[in-house]
């Protein structure tokens, strides 16, 4: 599919190179603006994502357009799209590589196919605080890893929320580790995720996040994980009864952009989608926060029965998903899992 997308992004693009080569501009500049053009120029730049206008996430992304669009005085225009009505993360994704449409912001998760390093922020119980993902994810180990994206066609701007996940089912509150048993679910399709439910003796089924809804609705699977804001938005309390808040892992946003469309702008245009990136991240960030608290009250009086999950059994949890743990560490680079451990230490004293 990778392969055929490419194909036909650059099939799409050779009406472009040929002019660009024709006036002796460098079509496939490295990535330091030096794409030929100068200045800013009228672009239109598809961004599409897969959550709803009204979570932070699509919130954010109004605040994005709206940035960009004072920054370059209207000439840039980014054209948002929701709800993956571009497709779910993976063809948003390809898309991307492909030079087919310009931006998208899927969770890390579903890209450790591509990046495997990824997939340390999918490691249960890493972060205790919001505020401790931002220290690691803004500093040396978030830049290392975006750093690593150019190679697969894709620049990352910076990392976005999408939050601390928590349990929903069908079957029963999961108050205990042993309350996994035989659960069947829904998980993103990520293999730490994978293999950490399955060492807590639930059934999971990795599937993209747009099928979700359905599935609970047909109760395909009893269950799914998200933050709150991503239950609430999209529904998911209405056919969930139970909402453990197990807190169990932390998902990052990272905010990714075509590296063929990269190359062809401007510094001063990628200057202006960068800060834009960063400075909508951070109204992300506190807008994500703050619907963490609002969204536990509403799905309450939707009727969702909500139990808290103690620290002993967190710990309990912890300690059963370990392993899962160490095998993934050793795949993704013990150097790199012990540089985060010390980093997370040192944010903590
Ligand atoms: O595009 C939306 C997804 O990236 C995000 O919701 C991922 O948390 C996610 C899930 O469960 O798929």
Known sequence: MNKWLKKIGIVMMLPGLLLLSACGASSTSNNTGSGGSSGIQERTIKAGIGLNEDHPQGQALKKFVEIVDEKSGGKLEVKPFYAASLGDDQKMTE??????????????????????????????FLFNTAE????????????????????????????WENGFRHLTNSKHAVETAEDFEGLKIRTMQNEVHLDAFKALGANPTPMAFSEVFTALESKTVDGQENPLATIKSNKFNEVQEYLSLTKHVYTPFVFLVSKKFWDQLSEEEQTILKEAAVEAGQYQRQLSREED???IEEIKASGTKVNEVSDEEKEKMKEIIQPVIDKYAKEFGQELVDELMKEIENVRK
């Not at 912001?105 to 390093?117: A, D, F, H, Q, Y």
């Open 95 to 124: 898309a991307l590589q492909g030079g087919l449409q310009e931006i998208t912001i899927p969770s890390t998760s579903p890209l450790v196919g591509m990046v495997k390093e990824f997939g340390i922020f999918d490691f249960p």
């Open 293 to 295: 608290a609002n969204a």
């Open 132 to 159: 401790e993902a931002d220290a690691i994810l803004d500093g040396p180990i978030g830049q290392k890893l975006l750093d690593k994206l150019p190679e697969h066609g894709l620049i990352g701007l910076g990392y």
